[in-house]
DNA sequence: TGAATTTCTTAATCTAAATTAAGGAAAACG
DNA sequence: CGTTTTCCTTAATTTAGATTAAGAAATTCA
């Protein structure tokens, strides 16, 4: 049931078998059809969740009502509000499924008694949490050492598929900019690539 | 020496006195003046660093030649470039001391052993890079959800002191636009405030 | 399969913020 | 203490990307 969690986990620290067993006790599986919510801006995030197969994004709305996305998690990848999560205050946040979604569910009320169970899982979310780090940090290079087509070309490259994979209005939220010009940008850009002929056929 | 180090930690997590001890041990403490670098783009970043006094900033060379600052670090924050630090490769920040600083030092090399040692620190980084994480996804939010003007605002009533503890292009730098855009939008903010008048000195 | 909904594109106009330039004030430090 | 360096401000010009509008294409799902 969760043996993508537990892979993951394994990357990371050595749990024995009774240990992954108290593991999978402590977490649940939860399925979301396409536009279904894990987390709507006003409740408290519920928990963190791993994505075991499918895309989520999470956004808020701008004083201006624009969607604005913040973050994707595609298959082995943790979503959660860590504001909320921590201050267990309303979450300003929306977390959509892009796609029918399965998720690994582990509930903010049970994380304690599964760290304290499982000691060896500190270490695993302490090295995650570093590498979250170090992706943010990253991402702020991008931001501002990069111009909007250059972040384009270096987030299509980076995720190949990602981009056939999640709405291109979305991408264009996600890197800062308008869909119009996203539209403008891939138009230059792929002047030179083989075009579908008249007759292709995604 | 590390007081204010143990005292921080002891916000997340219990220690015996022995491992206060111990953590005394792994760090060194290093003075950096005015300018002076903890680390260059070009070097891997060689630790963590805990600010004893002072503050630090974060930043990399743009395409165009400009600093762009994306962290400062004031008394009792923790700096680091994470993707360099696991990764080993050679940094693309340089961390700079922005008035005579103090910081608690823990080497790349000796932080797993004492991470082995002290397992009770697994835990205070768990927690620690959590708060990072939330703080990393309002970031976000303000970037995004907000005007510069009202970025400003914010950190400026966010972090009150802070402003006028480092000059203000490097505020214009971290808050993402030029010197002269900040200057224009603090003649605009402050035309209902105190003004010195002209025989008031600071 | 076919109507309804979503998504993508192009193009004209507009705007927030960058750039450039240059003078003046404040700190740093020898 | 004074001089060198750093820092701040104002203003004219320019630009990257937003906004608006509208039609075309692709998906969805009943």
Redesign the interface.
Known sequence: MYAALLAHIARYVTLTPAEAQVVGNYFTCQTVPRKGYLLEAGQPCPASYFVLQGCLRLY?I??KGAE?I??FALENWWLA???S??SRQPS??YIQAVEPTVVAVLDYARQEAL?AQV?AL??Y??LL??????A???R??HH???SLEERYQFFSAAFPGFVQRVPQYMLASYL?CTPEFLSKIRAKTSLGEARPGPAAKG
Do not use: C, H, I, M
């Open positions: 808020f701008t004083e604005q913040t973050q509000d860590y504001s999560l921590l300003e946040y760290l000691p500190e270490r979310f302490r949490l570093q590498r979250v780090a170090a943010n940090q990253k702020w290079v501002y050492g990069e800062g």
